[in-house]
């Protein structure tokens, strides 16, 4: 995954100064601190590397997913011959208790009993009695 213009990272509110990322050295009294704005000015990629860090799962492919992570500051990148398709949102999955796909027309169930029973206040069959 390639992650461009990082400088370009926005927080609301005084979370530039309020925020604190911490760390441990491991050494007696060695916990440290930094605020996002000290951090940014260090390194404008390691704002959005941390981000993403927090939100994978704490599992064994957390490390892995976060070495195929590339952030870079600015618009140039050394990926500049591959093309790269923006990611786009998934849509939303409807909680459905039909079938999940529309039927074909001319459908008849062998069973129309359990057929009705089971479809009974599905948003998808209301919508096929909608369009007949």
């Known amino acids: 995954c390639v992650v461009i213009n990082a400088e370009k990272a926005v927080f609301t509110g005084k979370k530039w100064e309020g925020k604190l990322y911490k760390w441990h050295t491991g050494y007696p009294g060695g916990l440290k601190e930094v605020t996002a704005k000290e951090l940014w000015r260090r390194d404008p990629t390691e704002i959005l590397r941390r981000t993403v860090h927090g939100m994978l799962p704490r599992n064994n492919l957390r490390d892995t997913r976060m070495r195929k992570l590339r952030v870079f500051p600015g618009p140039e990148h050394p990926f500049r011959g591959v093309e790269l398709i923006p990611w786009q949102m998934p849509p939303r999955k409807l909680d459905d208790k039909g079938l999940g796909w529309l039927l074909p027309e001319g459908f008849e169930p062998m069973n129309p009993q ?15 009695q909608q369009q007949q």
């Open 114 to 128: 359990a057929y009705a029973q089971r479809m009974r206040g599905s948003k998808l069959l209301v919508q096929q």
